[in-house]
């Protein structure tokens, strides 16, 4: 069984215009190689400010309409590879 390590970034700056960096997404690469998948995203204060199922989300930093900047937020991500295998990656994300 092949395991699957997921590597994220660990900020993201949604503000700047210049178009680099702005989400927090899976990289395409890795989403073709699992299967069943879960992320949920806190704030400091353990409140879930995102959830998806889905493998192409894009989170721009965001809660009710709003982004936080300078803020580090904590992750955990579910999901299982094409044999079955699940697994669980977490840690976390500032926005700039």
């Known amino acids: 069984m092949a395991d699957i390590a997921i590597y994220l970034p660990n900020a993201i700056t ?47 930093g965001e809660y009710k309409g709003k982004t936080f900047h300078d ?5 955990v991500i579910y999901y299982t590879n094409p044999f079955g295998k699940m697994f669980t990656k977490k840690g976390t994300i500032t926005v700039l």
């Open 71 to 75: 803020n580090v937020y904590q992750y």
């Open 14 to 60: 949604p503000s700047k215009s210049d178009g680099l960096n702005d989400v927090f997404s899976l990289p395409e690469i890795i989403q073709n190689q699992i299967t069943d998948f879960e992320i949920m995203i806190f704030n400091r204060w353990g409140e879930m400010v995102f959830y998806s199922t889905d493998k192409g989300f894009r989170w721009n």
